[in-house]
């Protein structure tokens, strides 16, 4: 999985700037066993029936994809994609190396539930051309998993990361979730300190968000307690601290890695890498232009089925609002962005005084750098509140072409 040549450290500006070359693929895989309480995702539960007709959809769909590649980076999300057989898997993924190429050292990455990861799955997948995985660990606390709506146990995490080292993948993620109302500082520092006992190439850290329309958000609505931003980033600032101690560097606000495995496929997106999405709900990118597929399942399966694209939604993505959201994505990674018009723009501005003031913001060798990671939302809300240019080109909204 690791690149050819020198291997640069995960928070170098080199690596950064390399990774919006990089071409990348997402697939999206929608079934659950049920659905999480706090997930907005275009998933469903309790239709694994349909995975067959719809590892067939997905094949369709990446023929008619129009030449391109290759690929750097492959990411197969959901949803649960180790719910699907690994043959369905190796098949998707032998049309998009013949569609469009595969380049050696390539990551090719899914993500996977500790309750279902067993040692037969995780080898024939192996086997199949997997080499990453991305385990939903959440917490090691009983309580917060029954809240967050997991299955898994905490000794089930360490038994699948096990798994996954035994059967040959090269790297390993666990997602982690913080701050739910139940857990407490000393759930954390124990959830903390049990992820790095698995040894870890990679971690994830998020803060539990209450997404309108989830059942955490009814919930919320009827008078749950939220979650509370301030216990978020006390939890995340320990994250950041035990991160570093056991050797993993943080790259992106959420994100930190091990010399040799950040993730491709995430570091091209936050860099404008073009990347391709297939299945219900996924996003592309591409050519300066940015589209969605139909996010209901049936409706997608109706589309691709009928020969028909599943696609909805165009966006054209240039000029003012292209360099907009270059700093927009590039401000989340610890090497910054280069600061180009829209990032001088906002060094400039009278509200960009005042984050350099406070010390939110940096520039270093010609990259703009958000230097109190916590604030990066804050930095965001500056970016869009600024008008374009005089005469600027804006992006665009139409419709499919017929």
């Known amino acids: 999985m690791k690149p050819s040549g020198e291997i640069l450290p995960p928070d170098d500006p080199r690596l950064a700037d390399q990774a919006g070359g990089w071409r990348s693929a997402y697939l999206h895989v929608p079934f659950c066993e049920e659905v999480c309480p706090y997930c907005d995702f275009a998933v469903v539960a309790g ?49 998009l190396s013949s569609r ?46 029954s809240y967050l709506g997991r299955r898994h146990t905490p000794a089930r995490i360490g038994r699948a990361v096990t798994v996954a080292r035994k059967a040959g993948f090269v790297s390993v993620n666990l997602d982690l979730i913080m701050g739910s109302p139940p857990e407490s500082p000393s759930s954390w520092t124990g959830t903390l300190r049990k992820a790095m006992e698995t040894d870890p190439d990679h971690l994830s850290t998020y803060s539990l968000t209450v997404e309108p329309g989830t059942v955490l958000w009814k919930r919320v609505r009827a008078g749950a307690c939220p979650p509370d931003p301030d216990r978020q980033a006390e939890r995340w600032e320990e994250a950041d601290r035990e991160s570093a101690r056991a050797g993993l560097v943080r790259y992106e606000i959420s994100n930190a890695a091990r010399l040799g495995h950040p993730c491709r496929y995430n570091l091209s997106v936050w860099g404008q890498g073009e990347y391709l999405g297939f299945g219900n709900g996924a996003h592309s990118f591409r050519d300066g232009r940015r589209w969605e597929n139909l996010r209901g399942l049936d409706r997608y399966l109706d589309a691709v ?10 966006e054209l993505i240039e000029g003012w609002s292209a360099e907009t959201e270059r700093v927009l994505l590039g401000i989340r990674r610890t090497a910054g962005v280069r600061i180009g018009r829209a990032g001088e723009a906002l060094w400039k501005s009278a509200r960009g005084r005042e984050l350099r003031r406070a010390g939110v913001i940096g520039l270093h060798e010609g990259r703009l750098v958000v230097e109190r990671p916590l604030l990066t939302d804050e930095v965001s809300r500056a970016i869009l ?18």
């Open 100 to 145: 469009f190429g595969i380049r050696r050292g390539a990551e090719v990455s899914l993500e996977a539930n500790p309750e279902d990861w067993t040692l037969q799955k995780a080898e024939s997948l192996v086997t199949a051309g997997f080499n990453r995985v991305s385990l939903g660990a959440q917490s090691f606390d009983t309580e917060v998993l």
């Open 47 to 95: 239709r694994d029936q349909l995975a067959s007709r719809y590892g067939k959809a997905l094949v369709a769909e990446i023929r008619s994809a129009p030449d391109w590649g290759p690929l750097d980076a492959v990411n197969f999300g959901g949803g649960t994609p180790s719910r699907m057989a690994p043959e369905l898997l190796e098949r998707i993924l032998q049309e």
């Open 385 to 402: 509140s600024m008008p374009p240019p005089e005469n600027a080109e804006l992006g665009k909204v139409f419709a499919p072409e017929s």
């Open 305 to 314: 089925e009928s020969g028909r694209s599943p696609n909805h939604r165009f």
